[in-house]
C-alpha cells in the first residue's frame, strides 16, 4: 500500500498546471459554502441537467456528504455544484497520496468520509479489509453510461465495490523533433548513444519496475522473486545512462530539451504536448499497464444514499466530459468521451485510445503482503 498516485492534475482554460500528488503539498478541505482551497480551474461546468441526476428517487433529507479527492482532480466547485442538484451539504478533502487517504482510512473505526478517490489497487484492499459498502447499481442509474469494458478491470470485475473515474496507461513520451519514434521499453533501459543522459525514469514503487519487468516479458503484477532479482538488476544496470528519477516533472524536461525520452503516464504526456506538439506518446512493443481512479463508499457512512447519488451525479456525460477536457484524462464513460468528441484526440492523441486499446495492456492489482517487494526492489535500486 505504498504507490504514490500521479494523478493530481488541473487545467486553466485550455492550458494545464500539474499538481502533483507525489510532491509535498497540503491536504486542504472545500466547503460547499466557500469556493476551493485546492489549485483547480478557474471555470467549470455547471450542474449538469439529467432525468437521473439525484441517482434515482432515494430521500437525501438529513444527509450529509464528505468526500476526499485530489486536488485539481475535480472542478473549483464542485461541492457547489453537487449541493445544488442533490440539495446535500458537501465537504471536499484533498490528499495528496494514497497512502496518505489509506492511512486515514485503516486507522480505525469511522473516518469520517464517506466516498472516497483511491485508485484501483487501493480499492481492492479497501474492499478485502472489509471497509468499503458494495455498489447499489438501483441507485446509479448512470453506471449505464460507461463502457462495457468498465466492468472487466482486474481489481474490481464488475464494479461491484468502486467505480472508475478515470482510467490510463503509462509508456515513453518523447520529442518527435529530435529522436525517432521509441519501440521498446529497452530504448529508456538501454538509450541509444544520442539519448544517453537524456532518459528519465519513475521511482513511484510499481513504474519504476514496470519497465524492466515488460522488457523482459514479465507480468507487471509479479512476485516471483528471480523475476523481481532480474528486473532489478535491469534497472540497476540503467542507471549509468539516466537523466534523472522522474515523477513530477519529467514532461517539463521534454519541453526545454533537456530530455528526450521519458517513462510517463498518458495525461502528463498531454501536458508536454499542450506546450509543444512534437512532443508524442507512445506504448512500447512490449506492452504496459492499465490503472484506474476509482470511487469507492465507505461502510462506516452513515450517508450512503448521498454517496451513491453523487457518484451518479459524476456519470451524468457533462460533468464527466469535464474531467476529460480539463484534465486530458480519459474517462470510462462512454457517454461522455462521445461528448467531448474527436478534437481532444486530433490534439492528444492518446486521448483517443479505445477501451479496447486500454484493456490490451495489464491491470494493476493490490499484492498485498507481497507489496513490499516492490518496496524492497525500489530502495535497492535508487540507493545503489
Known sequence: MRRRSPLVLAAVATSALILTACGSSDS???????AAESAAPAESAAPAESDAAAGGSADLSGQTLTISNWAGYYPEDLATQVEA???????????ATNEEIMAKL???????????????????????????????????????????EATQLAYDPGNTFSVPYTWGTTGICY?????DEPTSWMDILE????NKGKVTQMTTERWLALPALKALGYSINTTDDGQLAEAKDLLVASKADLLAYDDTTFYSRLVSGEANEVVAWDGWCNYGTAENP??????????????ADTMVILKSSQNKEAAHAFINFILDPANHAWVAENILYKVPN??????????????????????????????VVDLGADSVKYTDLATEVTSS
Open 191 to 194: 538509450p541509444s548513444d544520442e
Open 85 to 95: 442538484s442533490l440539495g446535500t451539504p458537501v465537504t471536499i478533502a484533498n490528499h
Open 28 to 34: 486542504g478541505t472545500t466547503e460547499s459554502s466557500a
Open 334 to 363: 462512454q457517454a461522455a468521451m462521445d461528448a467531448v468528441g474527436a478534437d481532444l484526440a486530433a490534439t492528444y492523441a492518446n486521448m483517443g485510445y479505445s477501451p479496447s486499446d486500454l484493456l490490451k495492456q495489464e491491470t
Open 106 to 148: 485503516t486507522a480505525g473505526g469511522d473516518s469520517g468520509f464517506d466516498v472516497a478517490f483511491v485508485s484501483g489497487q487501493y480499492a481492492q484492499a479497501l474492499n478485502d479489509a472489509g471497509l468499503l459498502e458494495p455498489i447499489d447499481a438501483t441507485q446509479i442509474p448512470n453506471l449505464s453510461n460507461l463502457y462495457p
Open 278 to 291: 512534437d512532443i508524442k506518446f507512445v506504448i512500447p512493443k512490449e506492452g504496459s499497464d492499465l490503472w
Open 175 to 179: 520529442r518527435s523533433d529530435l529522436v
